[in-house]
């Protein structure tokens, strides 16, 4: 699988699984837990957890029913939303952080993806690039002489991760096409000229010069896909053949 990535790595996630399923995330928030930034910590979590269910028996089985692979999908996010939750001290009257995240499991030629908050997907296709996620995000608009200028202040995240027990998903899957591209960002494309710009990107392979703060990443389908938590090109769950060949000579001499 072919990567790009522009801005932030950080704020990224792109992981082999076994049975050739991909993952591809990105994530950004407020706060901290622990003193480490949000994201940082939303992003191990998901590693961890989903690397969990990949080392499990019926990982490959899971991924041959699509509601079971969008079920698994949601079930690890809700794992992920009441880990940061715990850890961050969040309680009713008082939210210490929030993660907004935007999650691709690629399964052959599917895509399933699961949104919350105010990071965006989109799916670049024929050279026209499709909004996959809305924005779960709210700007105060303050009126000015009878006009009305947005306001300075960040926006406030109607959901996102870590802010209460309980989360509220938006989930949905597609085809991928071989020429097709996933594009994972930080903040939406909200204006023509962002989405004619990122669409050049896809095109001419040359990140736009209008990507401000942006991180992107853009995700293009082949054999292998770069781990970067690890460095390293990594199959989660896939075991040793060493390993396998010890435990079968271990078995015939015991036996």
């Not at 992920?80 to 939210?95: E, K």
């Not at 781990?227 to 435990?247: E, F, K, Q, V």
């Amino acid at each position: 699988m072919d990567v790009t990535i522009s801005g932030d790595p950080r704020r990224t996630l792109c992981v082999a699984l076994h049975g050739g399923a991909r993952m591809l995330a990105m994530c950004d928030g407020f706060g901290t837990v622990d003193g480490e930034p949000i994201a940082q910590t939303t992003l191990r979590a998901l590693h961890s957890a989903m690397g969990a269910r990949a080392r499990g028996a019926r990982f490959s089985n899971t991924l041959s029913r699509p509601k079971s692979v969008a079920s698994m999908l949601i079930s690890t996010l809700a794992g992920v939303n009441a880990y940061l939750y715990r850890r961050s001290a969040s309680h009713d009257d008082y939210v210490t952080c929030g993660a907004s995240m935007s999650v691709i499991l690629l399964v052959g030629n599917r895509a399933y993806l699961a949104h919350v908050g105010n990071t965006a997907a989109y799916l670049s296709r024929s050279g026209y690039m499709i909004s996959l996620t809305k924005d779960d995000s709210f700007v105060f608009d303050v009126p000015t002489g009878g006009a009305v200028a947005v306001s300075a202040h960040p926006p406030v995240l109607m959901r996102a991760l870590g802010t209460a027990p309980q989360v509220e998903l938006s989930v949905c899957n597609f085809r991928v096409a071989g020429d097709d591209a996933v594009v994972l960002s930080n903040k939406r494309f909200s204006g023509f000229e962002d989405r004619r710009a990122l669409s050049g990107w896809m095109l001419h392979g040359r990140p736009p010069v209008d990507l401000g703060d942006r991180t992107v990443l853009v995700s293009r389908p082949g054999p292998a896909v770069q781990d970067n938590t690890a460095g390293s090109i990594r199959a989660l769950g896939a075991r040793p053949l060493g390993a396998g060949i010890i435990m079968f000579l271990l078995f015939m001499l015991l036996a």
